[in-house]
């Protein structure tokens, strides 16, 4: 009886993806990501603990799609991208825009400087497809740079803000059904037209920010791409302008690895030099959410 109870052990043991013995949960790509119940306590009851997910992996639309069984949603831009000038503007951009953005509420995340609650998070709608809506965080929630540390060039694929994003962010602001209805973002990289700086690989994540030719595409006019941070972001140290408007992260790369595209306080793009670990920049997160359910929830 004992030989058979230790056959069936050593069976499962082998039967169990690597890492799980050894107390490693790095993961690697294609693996599930793994739950961390150390910071479980303090999930504020919104769906799981944090994950844990590959670093700065590529994965690919069906190699992510086969881990999370999500629907993958891709942006359709224009073939031609308007080029800024050397100060960032483009023309027609300084125009008044005539889109009503209409805003919604889904999830929840940390909007006080004391960072004691977590509340509602409001959003713009961009665009629709597949049965999904795209959005955008009304304000910059966050102020990180693209590393955590250090200049060294890198591509959006490999940075410690996208992981930030696809699993920090994703399951503290969103409950357990919020995540099950949101679609997966394939966030191609394109050619950046002001510059010849390498794109590199596109990525399909869970939560995103834009790229260029997103924003133009989206946001054609300064005036709509200025925004405010939450008074959470002003206390990680994002910066302010004299009206109160802050730069944004874009995920497209800017003269060269080390100083990625950006977008300015004053809604023109970037035209100053803010390496990739500048934390004063702040975050503007994009995801899909399935839009019969957001239609229940606004």
Same mark, same amino acid.
């Given at each position: 009886?004992?030989?058979?109870? !230790?056959?069936?052990?050593? !069976?499962? !043991? ?53 881990? /999370? ?38 999830? &929840? ?9 977590? &509340? ?5 709608? !961009?665009?629709?497809?597949?049965? /999904? ?17 250090? &200049? ?68 054609p006019t300064n005036l709509e791409r200025k925004t405010k941070p939450t008074e959470y972001a002003i206390k990680q140290g994002c910066y302010l302008n004299p009206d109160g408007d802050s730069a944004w992260w874009l995920r ?47």
């Amino acid at each position: 009886m004992m030989r058979g109870k !230790l056959l069936l052990t050593c !069976l499962m !043991l082998m039967a169990m993806p690597p890492g799980v013995c050894n107390g490693n949960n790095s993961g690697t790509i294609g693996e599930p990501l793994v739950a961390s119940v150390e910071t479980a306590a303090n999930e504020h009851q919104r769906g799981a603990a944090y994950a844990t997910a590959p670093e700065k992996d590529n994965r690919t639309e069906s190699g992510t799609a086969a881990i /999370y069984g999500k629907h993958v949603v891709t942006i359709d831009i224009p073939e031609e991208t308007p080029v800024a000038d050397s100060n960032g503007q483009i023309p027609g951009a300084d125009g008044i825009s005539s889109v009503d953005r209409k805003t919604v509420l889904f999830g &929840r995340f940390y909007q006080e400087a004391s960072a004691d609650e977590l &509340r509602p998070i409001q959003w713009i709608v !961009l665009g629709e497809k597949d049965g /999904y809506t795209l959005l955008m965080t009304k304000q910059i929630i966050a102020s990180k740079g693209w590393v955590n540390e250090g &200049r060294n060039g890198v591509t959006w694929a490999q940075t410690d803000l996208r992981h930030w994003l696809d699993n920090e962010f994703f399951n503290t602001a969103f409950s357990f059904v919020e995540q099950k209805n949101m679609a997966l973002f394939n966030a191609v990289q394109h050619q950046n037209p002001r510059y010849d700086t390498p794109a590199g690989e596109g990525t399909v994540d869970r939560v995103s920010i834009l790229s260029y030719q997103e924003l133009i595409h989206y946001m054609p006019t300064n005036l709509e791409r200025k925004t405010k941070p939450t008074e959470y972001a002003i206390k990680q140290g994002c910066y302010l302008n004299p009206d109160g408007d802050s730069a944004w992260w874009l995920r497209s790369p800017g003269p060269n690895a080390a100083v990625p595209e950006h977008l300015a306080s004053w809604g023109n793009l970037g035209a100053r030099t803010h390496y990739v670990d500048d934390s004063s920049i702040g975050v503007r997160p994009v995801i899909w959410v399935n839009s019969d359910y957001l239609a229940t929830v606004r």
